[in-house]
């Protein structure tokens, strides 16, 4: 992990997690979705993005956290991967900031494993644990 | 030292090109080894390599290039004859600058050498061919010259006023067009609830223009089939050498254009069925000698288009497909049971090879036999749009036809909607639409157990409900049901849907993830108002309400089956009815509108001509029994109104009954002339007579002088019917 690379921070359900900003198309409020009926649980539905289609992910189901109160407006972050743009569906942003390459760590073993496959490792900031996402395995549904 | 890297990516992109040529013009070669032309034209490519890699300083490509260009230059100068092994080493040479081609593509450096051993083998041949030929290099057959035909089917290089156009521009265009066409369609939407006269002109003018861009764009992404066959003649060859058999390839066609992306698509399928005809289809001399047939066999491609379909039939002369050992086969690997095997026709049975799990090899060789089937070929053919059906002689060869459509970027589409959702039904599989309407609807859903089927004109209907495949709750009113009739093959069901809205042009965008075992859609496009909507797959639909699962994979072979003994350009969709003393009419499914029931009440008369009151407009009656000469029989309150279109104007067409719609080849047909038919022909095995439309049309004052009526083209076209039935 190199200090380099800033991070974008967002919350979902209490935690604070994190991708390498270089990965963030952009940010959404508002998008609306049309559901995917059938599609594995994790998949919120799909975002006409400019003329783009645009899977929507659920970051709480994929972390299997209790679902989002229905007044609260989920934010979209459009990442770009393999398969193209993918949104991810989570709580609140945060600020980008630049992390220090020593307070890396990977993610104990204990961390159930669903959720670990997805996370490629935590940063200890001083008041709170910031979790980093690997992308590409966090969008792989099949896996 | 950007100009460098300019330079051989320029020499890279014509010398893959020349290659790609060169290919196909030394198998050329071999059968005609004194076209001068021709090896003029080898020469120069091979010749053109070797000066630029020099120049740019690619030393091995450049002794390469050389040794095998020395090679050349002995055989244009007549100082000694192309034989088969000469071909190989040329060829094998040609490989090798190739894969040097493709390393300077990738590193742009010549990469590991692995030439060391070819080199010397070269050499040899270039030195030996000075001396009399040696009898290291003896063939089996010596090339008869005689066969020196005229304008070979490589051409020299494009005139100027083509340019070389980056293909993800292209892709880029297509996509911005795909965008226009949304935008116009959001346009129109909006101006349609607005009502302004100068916005609708701009918006008529816009769709124009949109339209017109659309073709333009579209036309620039088609690529002709020769591209993906050039590199056939190579595999046919290598394949004969590798099998010991002689093989022959036609190639007819290979102008014929269809959109980049399914050119990508077919690529493979292709080159698995040509391979599939090499090695199980076309015997050795040997056996062919036997079986009276001439050593050489032959094998034919051939490429049109035809009703917006491009067509592909690969045909070969071969043993053909022994339907016993077909039936056997799937016996034996549990695909059907003896008893179903048995039933099948010999033309059904064939058909089977397209079941998954079905492998008819004897061995597995290294040709065909990598656990790649035909139900690939199948699967990959049916993911783009596209139809493959096998008919087979045994003895006589076997013939593949495979239909693709042009583009898949644009197509057809009718709106539905389920649990509030809207979805976009392809109008490929579409046969037909029914709304009943009344009180009690429900009553007329009847069922098997708990399969709900719907008696269509006499015949049943399975029915799926779109809502509950989906695991939506529905939506619908209670005295209204919408059915969609699709059809996949030959096999249809009925879809019950909450409503259906109307068809539009809708542009197809993939789902950029893959949903696992989601095989329900086939990919999503963007509404007129913005919103998504999602594409069904339609045999993914029918195989997840068991449609076509078990029997119907019976239904799908029986299908296929039956299309292979009609050419397929050949089916019509048809109307038919009964009229007072005509037992047995029809018309084109294309000409027709709707068909409607009309309560004989309300049949009102305007200028002395009985009318109706229909979708806020009047439509004129008219009964087709009394325009026959004949007397109407129905007694029946409720009138059935074939809605017969003729250009812009709409003619209610009173029939006593309508009795089906058929999609069929018309055999037989038999002028009769006056009285109102256009002819009589073989319809479903029986007689019927063909309605005279534009008589009638005259004789109900509707006239339309553009669209005169003329039974060969309008047979041709739109198949949808929407009927409404009132309960």
């Known amino acids: ?143 | 030292m950007m100009e460098d890297q300019e330079f051989v990516q320029e020499f890279l992109i014509e010398s893959n090109e020349n290659l790609t040529r060169l290919d196909s013009e030394m198998v050329e070669l071999e059968r005609r080894p004194d076209d001068h032309e021709l090896l003029a034209s080898v020469f120069r490519t091979v010749h053109t390599i070797k000066g630029t890699c020099g120049f740019l300083g690619f030393s091995r490509l450049e002794a390469l290039a050389h040794v095998t260009e020395d090679i050349l230059s002995d055989l244009r100068n007549g100082r000694r004859q192309l034989d088969t092994p000469l071909t190989s080493l040329i060829l094998e040479s040609v490989d090798a600058i190739k894969r040097i081609l493709r390393s300077i593509e990738a590193t742009s450096g010549e990469g590991e050498p692995f030439e060391s051993e070819l080199i010397p083998r070269l050499k040899q041949a270039r030195d030996g061919a000075t001396a009399p030929l040696p009898a290291a290099a003896t063939t089996t057959e010596a090339e008869s010259p005689s066969a020196t035909e005229p304008g070979s089917p490589a051409k020299g290089p494009a005139p100027d006023s083509n340019l070389r156009v980056d293909v993800g521009l292209l892709d880029k265009l297509m996509n911005l067009v795909g965008e226009l066409v949304l935008t116009r369609n959001q346009l129109v939407q909006y101006n349609a609830a607005l009502d302004d006269s100068s916005l609708n002109a701009i918006s008529q003018r816009l769709n124009l223009i949109t339209t017109e861009l659309q073709e333009g764009v579209m036309k620039t992404r088609m690529q002709p089939i020769g591209l993906v066959w050039n590199k056939l003649p190579r595999i046919v060859r290598d394949l004969s050498t590798a099998l010991g058999k002689e093989i022959e390839l036609d190639m007819d066609g290979s102008d014929t254009e269809l959109d980049r992306t399914i050119l990508e698509a077919i690529k493979d399928p292709l080159t698995h069925i040509v391979r599939n005809s090499c090695d199980h289809g076309i015997e050795t001399p040997a056996e062919r000698l036997a079986r009276g047939k001439p050593g050489k066999g032959r094998l034919a491609l051939s490429a049109f288009h035809k009703g917006g379909h491009v067509n592909i039939e690969i045909s070969d002369d071969g043993a053909g497909i022994d339907p016993a050992r077909v039936r056997l086969k799937a016996v034996e690997r549990n695909l059907l049971s003896a008893a179903q095997a048995d039933r099948l026709s010999e033309a059904e049975a064939v058909n089977l090879v397209f079941l998954p799990g079905f492998s008819t090899a004897q061995t597995v060789t290294n040709i065909s036999g990598r656990g790649v089937g035909m139900d690939v070929v199948k699967t990959h053919i049916e993911r783009i749009g596209g139809t493959v059906v096998l008919s087979s002689q045994t003895g006589q060869g076997t013939v593949v036809r495979v239909k693709i459509p042009l583009t898949l970027a644009i197509i057809p589409g009718l709106v539905v909607s389920a649990g509030g959702e809207r979805f976009v039904i392809p109008q490929m599989n579409l046969h037909e639409l029914i709304r009943v309407e009344g009180e009690n609807v429900q009553s007329r859903i009847e069922y098997i157990h708990s399969t709900p089927v719907f008696r269509r004109r006499e015949a049943l209907l399975p029915l799926t409900d779109l809502s509950r495949i989906l695991r939506l709750a529905p939506v619908r009113r209670h005295d209204e049901i919408s059915i969609v009739v699709l059809q996949v093959d030959q096999h249809r069901f009925g879809l019950i849907v909450d409503s259906i809205s109307d068809s539009q042009e809708i542009v197809v965008k993939p789902l950029a993830l893959e949903f696992k075992g989601l095989n329900c859609y086939s990919g999503a496009t963007i509404m007129g108002d913005g919103r998504i909507a999602l594409i069904l797959d339609v045999p993914g639909i029918g195989q997840m309400s068991g449609m076509l699962a078990g029997a119907g994979q019976h239904g799908r072979v029986a299908a296929a089956a039956a299309y292979t003994s009609q050419p397929a350009d050949e089916r019509k969709s048809l109307l038919l009815f009964r009229a007072g003393a005509f037992s047995r009419l029809a018309m084109p499914l294309s000409q027709v509108a709707r068909l409607e029931k009309i309560a004989a009440s309300s049949v009102e008369r305007a200028a002395g001509r009985p009318v109706v009151q229909y979708r806020g407009r009047i439509l004129p009656l008219l009964s087709v029994a009394e325009f026959l000469g004949s007397a109407s029989t129905s007694e029946d309150d409720l009138l059935h109104v074939v809605i017969y279109r003729n250009g812009a104007s709409e003619l209610g067409l009173v029939v006593d009954e309508i009795i089906d719609v058929v999609e069929e080849a018309v055999t037989n047909r038999h002028g009769c002339g006056g009285s109102g038919l256009l002819a009589s022909a073989v319809v479903a095995g029986r007689i019927t007579d063909f309605l005279d439309l534009h008589a009638l049309a005259g004789s109900a004052c509707v006239t339309d002088p553009e669209s005169l009526y003329r039974l060969e083209a309008a047979l041709a076209g739109n198949r949808v019917l929407a009927e409404e039935v009132p309960a």
Do not use: W
């Open chain 1, 1 to 143: 992990m190199s200090t380099a690379c800033p991070y974008a921070t967002f919350r979902v359900g209490g935690h604070c997690l994190a991708i390498p900003v270089l990965e963030v198309q952009e940010v959404l409020r508002g998008q609306r979705l049309t559901p995917v009926p059938l599609a594995p649980d994790a998949v919120s539905g799909l975002i006409n993005l400019r003329g783009q289609i645009v899977p929507a992910l659920e970051m709480r189901r994929l972390l299997r956290l209790p679902p989002r109160e229905s007044e609260v407006d989920p934010l979209s972050i459009v990442v770009r991967t393999e398969h193209g743009a993918v949104s991810l569906q989570v709580d609140e942003i945060g600020d980008v900031l630049e992390l220090d390459g020593s307070t890396f760590e990977l993610p104990p073993h204990n961390v159930d494993p669903h959720v670990r496959s997805r996370l490629a490792g935590v940063y200890k900031l001083k008041d709170r644990l910031l979790l980093v996402l690997d992308i590409r395995r966090t969008v792989d549904l099949n896996g």
